[in-house]
């Protein structure tokens, strides 16, 4: 299992982006919507993985409702796995809460789902498909 991104959940794609660009360049993609999860979202190159500024598409949106409880700040870690549906299944049968019991396509196009904070401690945890 490796880290594929961080997600850093943002009021205002544009603004943040023009503040993280010094420290790590250029966005690598175009900004995209994803739709269902009412964001919109970048990801900046660090190395072998990224930073995903995540800006909330509706204030009743899950990135809208951290926002509004929390401010900006770090919003989930997510690591590339196999299989997503592997890894919720995993958590399932071991009686841990997911916000996803089956994947759904997130950004990039990719295989995603969520795991609850509660099954690590506190920390929202994405598991990715992908290259």
Do not use: Y
């Not at 009412?38 to 509706?58: I, K, N, Y």
């Not at 995603?112 to 498909?129: I, M, N, R, W, Y």
């Amino acid at each position: 299992m490796e880290l594929d991104h961080v997600g850093v959940a943002v009021a205002d794609l544009e603004v943040s982006l023009a503040r993280w660009a010094p420290l790590l360049g250029r966005p690598e993609t175009v900004p995209e919507e994803v739709p269902s999860q009412r964001v919109r979202v970048a990801f900046l190159r660090v190395g072998d993985t990224h930073v995903e500024l995540v800006a909330p598409l509706s204030p009743e949106s899950a990135v809208g409702k951290f926002l509004a409880s929390r401010g900006e700040g770090v919003h989930h870690l997510a690591f590339r796995v196999p299989s997503v549906a592997r890894a919720l299944d995993d958590l399932v049968q071991r009686n841990e809460r997911v916000v996803d019991r089956a994947p759904r396509t997130g950004a990039r196009g990719r295989t995603v789902g969520f795991a609850h904070p509660s099954a690590f401690g506190g920390v929202l945890v994405e598991f990715v498909e992908g290259p």
